[in-house]
């Protein structure tokens, strides 16, 4: 089992910057990708970033490429979102999630590839 803590969320106005932490314990020697979604109100969640466990490979939506970076701590089991630049429409709440299988852009950008959530961060860019 592993249990993921999201943290660093608040309110910031756009054009503004965020850095949201994940804090992995328990298995996380097995954790091999590691990817952050979002979901907004009414809407389905959303693949944001990834990266693999050596940090090599990593990808972004879209949505947020150019504005935001994906980082990870190994030595403090830690995956950093960065973003700035933000704009309202990143009004959502983030979730970071840990997954066992081998990292690929496929998988990585799933949901369904992943067993562990973290419990989510609000992040709300006002205009």
């Known amino acids: 089992q592993v249990q993921l803590v999201e943290s660093g969320g608040g309110l910031v106005q756009a054009g503004g910057s965020l850095r949201l932490s994940c804090v992995a314990s328990?298995?996380?020697?097995?954790?091999?990708?590691m990817s952050w979604f979002r979901q907004a109100p009414g809407k389905e969640r959303e693949f944001v970033a990834t990266?693999?466990?050596?940090?090599?490979?990593?990808y972004y939506a879209d949505s947020v490429k150019g504005r935001s970076t994906i980082s990870k701590d190994n030595a403090k089991n830690t995956v950093y979102l960065e973003m700035n630049s933000l704009k309202p429409e990143d009004t959502a709440v983030y979730y970071c999630?840990?997954?066992?299988?081998?990292?690929?852009?496929?998988?990585?950008?799933?949901?369904?590839?992943?067993?562990?959530w973290g419990q989510g961060a609000q992040v709300t860019v006002s205009s």
């Open positions: 328990g298995r996380t020697f097995n954790i091999l990708t």
């Open positions: 990266i693999s466990r050596s940090g090599i490979s990593s």
């Open positions: 999630a840990a997954g066992v299988t081998a990292w690929s852009r496929d998988s990585s950008t799933n949901p369904q590839s992943f067993d562990s």
